[in-house]
């Protein structure tokens, strides 16, 4: 019975009941959107958004370069001198000005982003790396494109999980996120875009990251075909290794463009940090003295090294340039793209480097030719591993500069010489300038980002490497304390383990034995008379950090055989692990 | 883990219950994108717009300079033109062919190839790699592209472009000397020749200049049964009988042929060895015994008188025999001495007594104009026309 002037039941029941048809109508939303899965929804939408600001990054700069170059392939006339150095002049008052963050790298900045400013990247830059790269690149610049596009993405990335209030967390991963989707539009190469991202800027393989990189490359690069095409890069003539010989010669080609490789990135590592400590008002015309160097280049001839230079990549592939002349262009496009990038103009180093590496491999090609006419690689494969060697001497980014490869040709038969000139590239490179690009460049920025090369080569300690024999008896369950009194008495240690039945673990202190006997416990089982508490056990292949919270909380943590669950392989404590990292820091 | 509902900020502070917030701002996202896809694809549409004209600008300027023989200057237009549509397959084809004019054969290809991989059964580019492989004297490539031109897909006028690619590959064949391989082409040609009097006459012409006379004229006569007044055709047939030794129609042709225009050497040559051979030969029917026994007599006159100067200016000519004074038993002496025998007998009472001395006869004069053609050069017209009557009989009798 209710009781006077309180409401009816069924009415005071009614917010109850509609609070949880509420909950049961949001229920579903709110597990569709834990931050996980919004996170991962949100990474199409930045695939998308990164590949419309990659066409449109694309339509400007191409319409800068037909108003300011003309339509024709190899521009010709004062107009082509002229055009780099009156930009530059442009480009250097916005930059200093407008848009100081958009000089360097994209890719140093979307580390910088990760690793000190919690993903933060001001949509100015994005603005102004949009802007700038489109001028100094379609005026004629030796820069590429792709390196704005990375950072585009990554900006707009940042400005959405912003704007959309994610998680520090979360924040701090987005910048990737579009940096993935901003290169893969730009390479029209989403697996290479996801290497390059893991590989160069996050630096290490987490599940979590992967999916959200995965998707916004994807699509990313969905979006932008269906806008400009689905056609790899380069048209590639049929190209297989006939005679594995002439792995050989593809070797050579890794020796000289590894060579390649040392001497532009010496060139810029020594000149970058001396222009930039030019007085302030040099600024102004360094990216027009640039602009004027490689506009003089183009007038004499060589115009082929302005600009991205894809086209020209295209006619090396087929054959269309002597080899003499594919060495010229090599060399003028270091020169190029090293005062173009350390004048500070905006703009990235992937599109010149493909090109110096086609040129390069086209004419080692030529010169191997020359001397062994018997070889059967066309110019077009010396062309694409060349593209590959550079990439992986001058980026560093030795994964990623293969399947580069193999996506912009969409040519898998090559994958054998890639690997091998890559490889040996690589090692050249490493052999003869220790810091990789990005982190010479991050330090002459003054920033410290963790070296990713390092850490990928860096040693993993693991559980094998700290652990021991058991010092003292392995104690059964179902002995007596009296039967593990004795035979700990003549043991040494102070911790044994105990195996309990019919699995696991868990341990027993010389005073609790001792004690246990004292109270005249001595004929009761170890079972009955020890803590029933579990040790957790660790594997010897698991890494030394994933031991170290179990050996802080557990005396003693025993390792075991992962074939066979009862076989003991040794013991870990606080100490041992300990004892190892100061072995490796004393090492 | 932490909650979406914590970290969001605005879930809380809105008090907008968790999910919904999320719903709306993907919802947003999703009209925001719809948006800026629109408005992206128009400005994508505006820009290939552009750049398709600038494609087309360059295509033009290229047709131009390669028209003009600027072969190089024609390269870099096209070039041009196919940054902007990097799939154009007319300029593609066209720099092949600018490439081909500048003896880069190597760059042709490969944008061949680039074209055949995509479209192996466009006519087109298989005839331009059968030029191509003509170009390097490759014979099975070109063969092989060539008739994937003639059975492949032509854009336009399939049938006269096929009508085409078979001349051509039929002239290339004669360059290579590979005449029975140019016969079976004339003749896969035939049934597909539409009615058209010029085509007829160039094949009629082909057949004719790989001695198939045969086709020839029967080619001439549709030729000329499309169109009466084709003097080519009537002049080829004629020729055509001629060489068949059908004297008579070469007759009527050769007459119509120069009642229509005025004739050349060999036409005025041949018409008159053909009325010559007419007049002469004394093998043809329906003549009277006298007709007949005169003819002999007359080619029988001819040759002996052929012999005998044939005979003076051989030996009035040094040879080994007569420098080394050896007596030598030649054909031109053998054939003295049967002209000898026969001289006595070459009346025509013993003609009509004796049935086997007009063949003797005749044959006499055979053999001499065979001889003396070898031996003492061009003969006078009667000589001619002897020969051509025994080349003839011979042909009739094998």
Redesign the interface.
């Given at each position: 019975m209710s009781s006077p002037g309180a409401p009816p039941l069924d009415e005071r029941a009614r917010p109850q009941i509609r609070v949880s048809y509420?909950r049961a109508l949001?229920w579903?939303?709110?597990?569709?959107?834990?931050?996980?899965r919004?996170f991962l929804?949100?990474s199409v939408?930045i695939g998308?958004?990164s590949a419309?600001a990659v066409?449109?990054f694309r339509?400007a700069m191409?319409?800068c370069r037909?108003k300011m170059l003309g339509?024709?392939?190899?521009p010709s006339g004062w107009h082509v001198m002229l055009a780099p150095a009156a930009v530059g002049l442009v480009v250097a008052v916005l930059v200093l000005h407008v848009f100081p963050a958009v000089r360097g790298s994209g890719v140093n900045q979307t580390k910088a982003a990760l690793y000190i400013y919690n993903g933060y990247i001001p949509f100015r830059t994005v603005i102004g790396k949009f802007l700038t790269s489109v001028l100094a690149i379609g005026s004629g610049q030796s820069l590429g494109p792709e390196d704005p596009s990375l950072q585009i993405g990554a900006g707009l990335a940042s400005a959405l999980g912003r704007r959309?209030?994610?998680?520090r967390?979360?924040l701090r991963l987005i910048a990737p996120v579009g940096a993935a989707a901003g290169l893969a539009a730009a390479f029209n190469a989403p697996v290479s875009a996801v290497l390059f991202v893991i590989e160069e800027v996050i630096g290490r393989w987490s599940a979590g990251i992967l999916g959200s990189v995965v998707l916004s490359a994807i699509s990313s690069v969905v979006?932008m075909r269906s806008?400009?095409g689905s056609?790899p890069m380069f048209?590639i003539?049929?190209a297989a290794l006939i005679r594995p010989q002439e792995l050989l010669a593809y070797g050579i080609l890794g020796l000289v463009g590894g060579l390649s490789a040392v001497v532009f990135s010496h060139a810029i590592g020594f000149l970058r940090p001396r222009l930039k400590a030019m007085p302030r008002w040099t600024q102004y015309f360094q990216p027009a003295i640039a602009g004027l160097l490689i506009g003089t280049i183009g007038f004499l001839g060589f115009p082929q090294i302005m600009g991205a230079g894809y086209?020209y990549i295209d006619?090396a592939m087929?054959?269309?340039f002597t080899w003499e002349m594919l060495g010229i262009l090599a060399g003028l496009k270091i020169v190029a793209t090293t005062v173009s990038f350390v004048s500070g103009t905006p703009g990235g180093m992937f599109a010149p480097t493909l090109f110096i590496g086609a040129m390069l491999g086209g004419a080692v090609s030529g010169v191997e030719r020359h001397l062994f006419p018997h070889l059967t690689g066309s110019v077009a494969t010396y062309c694409l591993v060349g593209m590959g060697v550079l990439f992986a001497g001058f980026l560093r980014a030795p994964m990623t500069s293969v399947f580069m490869v193999l996506e912009v040709s969409g040519n898998y038969s090559i994958i054998v010489p890639v690997v091998v000139g890559n490889t040996l590239a690589y090692v050249v490179s490493r052999a003869f300038q220790p810091n990789p690009i990005f982190d010479l460049l991050t330090r002459q920025d003054g920033l410290e980002l963790p070296s990713l090369e390092e850490q990928r080569e860096e040693a993993v300690l693991r559980v094998e490497d700290a652990m021991r024999p058991p010092a003292g008896p392995i104690l059964n369950a179902d002995e007596t304390v009296e039967q593990a009194y004795r035979r700990v008495q003549q043991a040494i240690g102070t911790v044994f383990l105990v195996r309990l039945r019919p699995t696991g673990w868990t341990s027993v202190s010389r005073e609790a034995i001792t004690a246990l006997r004292a109270e005249g416990r001595g004929e009761q089982i170890l079972a009955a008379s020890v803590p029933r508490r579990r040790l957790p056990h660790l594997h010897p292949d698991h890494a030394l950090e994933v031991a170290l919270p179990y050996a802080q909380k557990n005396p003693l943590v025993p390792v075991i055989n992962r074939a066979d669950l009862s076989k003991l392989e040794g013991v870990i404590s606080q100490e041992d692990v300990l004892n190892r990292y100061k072995l490796v820091e004393r090492d | 883990m932490v909650s979406a509902n914590d970290t969001m900020g605005l879930g809380t502070e809105n008090s907008v219950p968790s999910g919904r917030r999320e719903a709306l701002i993907l919802f947003t996202l999703l009209a925001i994108s719809i948006s800026a896809l629109a408005a992206v694809s128009a400005l994508v549409s505006r820009f290939e717009a552009w750049q398709n004209r600038l494609a087309q600008h360059m295509k033009q300027q290229g047709e131009l300079a390669f028209a003009a023989g600027q072969s190089s200057l024609a390269i870099t237009f096209f070039r041009s033109a196919l940054t902007f549509s990097r799939n154009d397959p007319v300029a593609l084809l066209k720099l092949a062919e600018c490439l081909r004019a500048e003896n880069r054969l190597d760059e042709s290809e490969a944008y061949l190839h680039t074209l055949w991989d995509r479209e192996p059964q466009d006519a087109t580019v298989n005839l331009e790699l059968a030029r191509l492989a003509t170009r390097r004297g490759q014979i099975n490539d070109a063969l092989r592209y060539y008739h994937n031109a003639i059975y492949g897909i032509w854009s336009s006028a399939p049938l006269h472009n096929r009508i085409a690619a078979r001349f051509e590959v039929i002239e290339f064949l004669l360059r290579q000397n590979a005449v029975p391989q140019a016969q079976s082409e004339l003749i896969a040609m035939q049934p597909d020749l539409p009615p058209n009097s010029h085509l007829h006459t160039r094949v009629a012409e082909l057949f004719q200049s790989i001695g198939d006379n045969r086709d020839a004229e029967s080619e001439f006569q549709l030729a000329l049964k499309l169109d009466r007044r084709n003097v080519p055709a009537a002049a080829g047939a004629g020729r055509a009988a001629f060489r068949l030794g059908h004297y008579r129609t070469a007759i009527l042709y050769l007459d119509a042929a120069v009642a229509k225009a005025r004739p050349d050497q060999e036409t005025e040559d041949m018409l008159e060895s053909a009325r010559l051979v007419l007049a002469t030969d004394p093998f043809l029917r329906n003549l009277s015994a006298i007709e007949r026994e005169e003819r002999i007599l007359r080619a029988y006159r001819a040759a002996s008188l052929r012999l005998e100067s044939c005979r003076k200016a051989q030996s009035a000519a040094p040879t080994s025999a007569g420098l080394n004074g050896a007596p030598s038993s030649t054909p031109l002496e053998n054939l003295v001495a049967r002209e000898r025998q026969l001289r006595s007998q070459m009346r025509p009472a013993l003609l009509d007594r004796n049935p086997e001395l007009p063949a003797a006869a005749m044959s006499f004069a055979f053999e001499v104009e065979d001889e003396t053609a070898q031996l003492c050069g061009d003969p006078a017209p009667l000589d001619r026309a002897l020969l051509l009557i025994a080349r003839n009989r011979e042909g009739v009798e094998r």
């Open positions: 509420r949001t579903p939303l709110h597990f569709a959107f834990q931050e996980e919004f929804i949100l939408f998308i958004f419309l066409v449109c339509l191409e319409w037909l339509p024709r392939i190899t959309v209030k994610l998680s967390d979360k979006v806008f400009l056609e048209r003539p049929p086209e006619q087929h054959n269309q | -």
